[in-house]
């Protein structure tokens, strides 16, 4: 938080790709675009320091770490091509980091609905896309931590990267290389130099976009096609090769900026033991439990549809080891079989849909689009987001995903903060027009961390969402023992039969 003057240079200007803008275009009051956390931290014994001061100093010696902590957007003059990100070299993290008290008796609850309301709220553009929440006095004597980043800047798997370069995995903080000495700090860019970055980022665009073409033309136009509606449109086609879209449920209208958010965290060794159990990986289960849990709301708000809920699942486009910040992510649509109430056959439906998924993407990803040209872009996407926003559109638009599931795979080991140990970390999403309610299940440690975002209007028994979570999963433990319980021998029931054959 250096305040020594120092001479005004030129601003490093660094393009957002397509994918990345897209998100800042979608936002709108009721739709907020970025991706947080919430997190319990447990002091160190006998600690009598001033957690707030401590963790600003913290993250004031490590925002060189991270790029997302350390620029801002700078719009291109009347909007005409995506805005462009700008190094800010002085951060003051009195600007980010913030104090909250919750008032008595401080339970997890009233925790949830602070976090609900913070994170309704919009990031100012005017600075870096980040903010960090200290909350203080839950009757358990922890410390809730809420932090939360545009998704213009990180996607999940970027997330977890700059969690691990803020965090510690021990009580005693690592040593980290200091910044490199500023310069200067970055004058406000000129518009020519704004105009030319647009052109050379369309340009490059463009390019990126002719060099896919013959490896499209290889893949062959059908399976092209098919995997295209999939990854990019959530269409996934059926056996008779048409496109079906998702019921429509008392999540997917049009929703408010008023959020609800909840917490759940279930052990993750069961959980990974009871997949086994049954066959299936652990993202097989975890669409599964949440499946259920959707078809015990929905028998109570409107009545369980006659076919499949759909979900769309993000999936990673990352290259082992690259933690860059910025959006590698493509969506897939996953069936949920909704429909079918036996939790074993549901189970079946679901492996095989992600099976049919996984084979797409793992033969397309190389053609997955996350840059594309974006002359015209800010107009156009903003002014279709206001339309849907502001008319009954939202509750006539074509549903590809009833709900949004994501599964991301988190720390192993504890992690700190400050010296303070984070006993669990649930992640926190986005939702919009059209589907009201986003799970996220994140693993940590020995959990299996779930955190549910919603819209408040769409989902305001959130807390019953919770349970019906619970019920769900034990539906599947329950299951996953009875399948491993031992049979009798075939042996000896050949000689039981033999003793009551008549004679």
């Keep these: 938080m250096s305040t020594t003057a120092a001479p005004h240079l030129p601003p490093r200007l660094l393009p957002l790709s397509g994918l990345d803008a897209l998100f800042l275009h979608l936002e709108t009051a009721e739709m907020p675009m970025h991706v947080g956390s919430l997190s319990l931290l447990e002091p160190p014994a006998g600690y009598t320091g001033g957690f707030v001061e401590d963790v600003r100093r913290h993250m004031a010696a490590r925002l060189h770490l991270a790029p997302a902590f350390t620029r801002k957007l700078a719009e291109m003059p009347l909007g005409l091509a995506n805005p462009v990100w700008i190094n800010v070299p002085d951060v003051n993290v009195v600007h980010h980091i913030h104090h909250v008290q919750l008032p008595r008796p401080g339970t997890l609850a009233q925790l949830e609905a602070c976090v ?6 919009l990031l100012d553009r005017n600075r870096p896309l980040w903010a960090l929440y200290i909350i203080e006095s839950l009757k358990s004597g922890a410390i809730g931590y809420y932090a939360k980043v545009h998704h213009a800047a990180i996607d999940g798997a970027a997330g977890i990267a700059l969690a691990k370069a803020m965090l510690d995995i021990t009580p005693q903080p690592r040593e980290v290389p200091p910044p490199p000495a500023a310069a200067g700090t970055a004058a406000a860019p000129a518009a020519t130099d704004l105009l030319g970055a647009a052109a050379r980022t369309t340009w490059n665009q463009l390019r990126k976009a002719a060099a896919l073409l013959p ?7 059908q399976a092209l096609a098919q995997g295209v509606g999939q990854l990019l449109f959530g269409a ?21 900026a008023r959020r609800a958010y909840g917490t759940l965290s279930l052990p993750l060794p ?11 990986t652990l993202n097989d289960l975890v669409l599964a439990v949440c499946a259920g849990a959707l078809r015990a709301w929905l028998a109570q708000h409107g009545g369980v549809p006659r076919t499949t809920l759909y979900a769309g699942v993000p999936f990673s486009l990352r290259a082992a080891g ?4 910025d959006n590698q992510v493509s969506m897939m649509r996953a069936q949920l079989a909704t429909q079918i109430a036996d939790p074993a056959r549901r189970l079946a439906a679901i492996h095989a849909s992600m099976a049919m998924g996984k084979q797409l993407t793992g033969s397309l990803r190389a053609l997955v689009p996350t840059d594309y040209p974006s002359l015209g872009a800010p107009w156009l996407l903003a002014g279709l987001t206001a339309l849907v926003g502001r008319t009954p559109l939202a509750a006539h638009i074509p549903l590809l995903a009833n709900v949004a599931i994501s599964n991301v795979t988190g720390p192993p ?16 999403s986005i939702v919009v027009h059209g589907v009201g309610l986003n799970i996220t299940v994140q693993s940590y440690c020995d959990w299996l961390e779930v955190g549910l975002t919603a819209c408040r209007d769409s989902v305001p028994d959130l807390p019953k969402f919770k349970g019906m ?20 021998k075939p042996r000896k029931r050949v000689a039981r039969a033999k003793a009551r054959a008549p004679r």
């Design 215 to 221: 490896t499209a033309a290889k893949t062959g136009s």
């Design 116 to 121: 609900a309301r913070l994170h309704g709220q």
């Design 413 to 428: 080991v504890p992690l700190y903060l400050a010296g303070a140990r984070m006993t669990h970390y649930w992640p926190a």
């Design 236 to 256: 996934a086609a059926t056996a008779k090769g048409t496109f079906a879209l998702g019921p429509r449920t008392a999540l997917n209208g049009a929703i408010t």
């Design 469 to 488: 979570l619970k019920a769900a999963f034990a539906e599947y433990v329950a299951l996953a023992k009875k399948k491993a319980k031992p049979t009798a």
């Design 270 to 280: 069961q959980f990974k033991a009871t997949a086994a159990a049954l066959e299936v």
């Design 322 to 325: 690259d933690a860059r910040s």
